[in-house]
């Protein structure tokens, strides 16, 4: 029920701005495609251990995953302020940029997102895709983008709201605490994810029980800082909450990939019809079926993983890599 009031609050807010269209919009972000899919998987059975996934990538083929529930209150937030262009950073493949681009185009905001390194000759799908739902490109150097260099056209315009990095902050947390409304989140002992940023993990931390353990699986190599990013955003009491960033299934960098992973994620989808992407959500499942192999879930643990979404960032690998 939550949602039908968030929903309508939303709705308020909009309808406000007098942008009637957005009905549907927000009918389509009910969020009725989801389902909790317990899986088999052999290495589990033999240790007693059950695993269900909270199938987020089945909200939407491309705009999937944790990017909705991130986004939603910063775009709130920017109607509310009668702001009416979305700022944000990104890389070529960012499964935030073209969500962000597809919200601003379907909740009438001009968004604009600005893409860590040169302009490539080629364009990726993802930042393709990006401008046919109008968002406006400006490339940076690494420089730049890592000192959240804002462009002068942008600056000098009134009316930019400007989102983090992956939803990174307050309000994507508040979103990400929703992501478990759609499960009964009591029945499990563990709540596994991918880690980008960490927003979505700290609202899952928020979000967890007492008796729960939320386990975020990260995908680059070096997490020194990730770690203060992720107690950054939660509570004094939620920092003794029980959670654990686990780092030793990178596959040697974000987005970098072996043929190791395919050949899971090809199994994996072999076993539970379940595809997954190369970038987050292949390492999770990879690294939670390892850790289960190494005894790491006690008999009777009950998993729920969280299946993150980002599918289209497959489209980067070459055609047939993938089963599905
Ligand atoms: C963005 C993303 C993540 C990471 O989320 P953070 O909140 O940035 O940690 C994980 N999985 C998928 C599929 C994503 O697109």
């Known amino acids: 029920m939550t949602n039908v009031v968030e929903v309508v609050s ?16 927000m009918q389509s972000l009910l969020f009725d495609s989801i389902t909790v899919d317990e899986v088999y998987l052999p290495a589990a059975t033999e240790k007693r251990v059950r695993v269900s996934v909270l199938r987020l990538d089945k909200i939407h083929p491309v705009i999937s995953g944790n990017k909705w529930f991130k986004l939603k209150y910063y775009l709130a937030d920017a109607a509310s302020q009668h702001k009416d262009h979305i ?3 990104g890389g070529p493949w960012s499964n935030h940029i073209i969500a962000t681009a597809a919200a601003g185009k379907q909740f009438a905001f001009k968004t604009s997102g600005i893409i860590r390194g040169e302009q490539p000759q080629k364009l990726s799908h993802t930042l393709l895709l990006a401008k046919e739902y109008e ?5 940076t ?4 983008y890592l000192h959240k260099k804002i462009p002068k056209e942008i ?4 009316g930019s709201y400007v989102i983090n990095e ?4 307050e309000l994507g947390v508040k979103g990400a605490t929703e992501i478990l409304d759609h499960c009964k989140k009591e029945s499990f002992s563990h709540i596994a994810c991918a880690v980008g940023t960490s927003t979505m993990m700290a609202g899952l931390i928020k979000a967890s029980l007492p008796y729960q353990e939320t386990i975020g699986i990260t995908m680059v190599k070096d997490e020194v800082s990730l770690k203060e990013e992720l107690l950054d955003l939660l509570s004094p009491e939620e920092r003794s909450k029980k959670f654990k960033l686990v780092n030793d299934h990178h596959f040697g960098g974000y987005a970098k990939h072996k043929e190791e992973l395919i050949n899971f994620m090809n199994q994996f989808y072999k076993d539970t019809s379940i595809p997954t992407d190369f970038v987050y959500t292949g390492k999770l499942f990879f690294a939670i079926t390892d ?21 289209q960032g497959n489209l980067s690998l070459p055609k047939r890599t993938l089963i599905f």
């Open 141 to 144: 150097s690494r420089h730049d």
């Open 87 to 89: 700022v944000t950073f």
């Open 155 to 158: 600056t000098g315009s009134s």
């Open 291 to 311: 850790m289960i192999a190494r005894n790491y879930f006690p008999p009777d643990s009950n998993i729920l993983i969280i299946h993150s979404g980002g599918l």
């Open 166 to 169: 992956g939803g990174y902050g």
């Open 10 to 25: 939303m709705l308020w807010i909009f309808l406000n701005r007098s942008e009637i269209k957005l009905i549907s919009i």
């Open 135 to 139: 968002m406006q490109l400006f490339f």
